[in-house]
């Protein structure tokens, strides 16, 4: 798969390396990328079932493109390939009997880890943020699921932290949000997809939450 040793790299920094060896260009990923590879790492997704995804979804992608098209330029055009390939890595090991138990008390450890953050947020809280926190916390689920259902979870509760924030602000604040989060995400060109420019403004939004003081479960637990 590649010539480079497993042991000798961090998470992100053997899968951007495999990511960049396939493109033979560049030397650093974008932050939305960084950050898809972060989710990945949280997740539990092995490095290794995420470079078998890159390498499927590259040779896929390059073979069918018109010709004098540019290949991939970022990591995120493999997306959909490595969770194709995560679930398969999935379903082979529960098949074999093996193997919900790292995943299972991972999910119990983030669980756990996210109930105390949001109680501790709450507390140190009032008004629509401490709301904010109490209702993502009744978001949760009571007892550990399946990692990706528990990313849902997380946002379907940061959602709910992020309005309760935005409603919080004053109104000036809360007018410039939206201009604010469409200048640093940049005008959405006609090839980028309606879904990933959303993305890309729901990150800059994460941000402003964050640099504002506001818990975000995803990215944090």
Not at 76 to 83: D, I, K, N, T
Not at 139 to 144: I, R
Not at 205 to 218: P, T
């Given at each position: 798969?590649?010539?480079?040793?497993?042991?000798?790299?961090?998470?992100?920094?053997?899968?951007?390396?495999?990511?960049?060896?396939?493109?033979?260009?560049?030397?650093?990923?974008?932050?939305?990328?960084?950050?898809?590879?972060?989710?990945?790492?949280?997740?539990?997704?092995?490095?290794?079932?995420?470079?078998?995804?890159?390498?499927?979804?590259?040779?896929?992608?390059?073979?069918?493109?018109?010709?004098?098209?540019?290949?991939?330029?970022?990591?995120?055009?493999?997306?959909?390939?490595?969770?194709?390939?995560?679930?398969?890595?999935?379903?082979?090991?529960?098949?074999?009997?093996?193997?919900?138990?790292?995943?299972?008390?991972?999910?119990?450890?983030?669980?756990?880890?996210?109930?105390?953050?949001?109680?501790?947020?709450?507390?140190?809280?009032?008004?629509?943020?401490?709301?904010?926190?109490?209702?993502?916390?009744?978001?949760?689920?009571?007892?550990?699921?399946?990692?990706d259902e528990l990313e849902r979870a997380f946002s379907r509760a940061d959602d709910r932290i992020l309005h309760r924030w935005i409603r919080s602000l004053p109104r000036p604040e809360r007018a410039a949000l939206g201009p604010r989060c469409r200048l640093?995400?940049?005008?959405?060109?006609?090839?980028?997809?309606?879904?990933?420019?959303?993305?890309?403004?729901?990150?800059?939004?994460?941000?402003?939450?964050?640099?504002?003081?506001?818990?975000?479960?995803?990215?944090?637990?």
């Open positions: 798969m590649s010539l480079i040793p497993a042991g000798s790299f961090s998470y992100t920094a053997l899968v951007s390396e495999f990511f960049l060896q396939l493109r033979g260009a560049g030397i650093l990923l974008s932050p939305l990328d960084l950050e898809l590879v972060a989710e990945w790492e949280r997740r539990g997704v092995p490095a290794q079932v995420v470079c078998r995804g890159m390498r499927r979804g590259w040779d896929v992608l390059v073979e069918e493109r018109a010709p004098g098209a540019a290949p991939p330029r970022s990591l995120r055009a493999l997306r959909g390939f490595v969770e194709e390939e995560w679930r398969a890595y999935r379903e082979g090991r529960v098949g074999d009997g093996g193997a919900r138990g790292p995943e299972a008390d991972a999910a119990r450890a983030r669980l756990a880890d996210a109930r105390a953050r949001l109680g501790e947020a709450e507390g140190a809280a009032d008004g629509e943020r401490a709301l904010g926190y109490r209702e993502a916390a009744a978001l949760l689920p009571e007892e550990p699921v399946a990692l640093l995400a940049g005008e959405r060109t006609r090839r980028a997809r309606r879904s990933s420019y959303r993305h890309t403004l729901r990150t800059h939004l994460f941000e402003a939450a964050r640099r504002a003081g506001i818990l975000c479960l995803r990215g944090t637990v």
